[in-house]
């Protein structure tokens, strides 16, 4: 069973890029027909799906976060990277990677593995 563990700052400053960490074990990110992804949740809120690398390398966003994100990977590490520019108090959220065999990929609850989750908060 493939196990994943987000890193990343807890406290960011307005405007600043959040950048997050997600090490993979258990797995490689570059197995076949696998997506890893990044979701996260507002306070009293539900899951948002923000975006995913795929497998080989290609990546998709949500529209409503695409100007503002960027997913990468280092695949000697095996490790997946978000980074969030221009962030407000309203990215306050818990984020976490999760990945799944190839499918629906906008649906965070398709997900079937899941990072423990890390809490970011926007504020100066």
């Known amino acids: 069973q493939v196990q994943l563990q987000e890193t990343g700052p807890g406290l960011v400053k307005p405007s600043q890029t959040l950048s997050l960490t997600c090490t993979v074990s258990?797995?490689?990110?570059?197995?076949?027909?696998?997506?890893w992804a990044w979701i996260r949740q507002p306070p009293g809120k539900g899951l948002e799906w923000m975006g995913v690398?795929?497998?080989?390398?290609?990546?998709f966003y949500s529209p409503s976060f695409k100007s503002r994100t960027s997913i990468s990977r280092d695949t000697s590490k095996n490790q997946f990277t978000l980074q969030l520019s221009s962030v407000t108090p309203e990215d306050t959220a818990v984020y976490y990677c999760?990945?799944?065999?190839?499918?629906?990929?906008?649906?965070?609850?398709?997900?079937?593995?899941w990072g423990q989750g890390t809490q970011v908060t926007v504020s100066s």
């Open positions: 258990g797995g490689s990110i570059t197995t076949s027909n696998y997506a």
């Open positions: 690398i795929v497998y080989e390398g290609s990546t």
């Open positions: 999760a990945s799944n065999r190839l499918g629906v990929l906008v649906t965070p609850g398709s997900y079937a593995s």
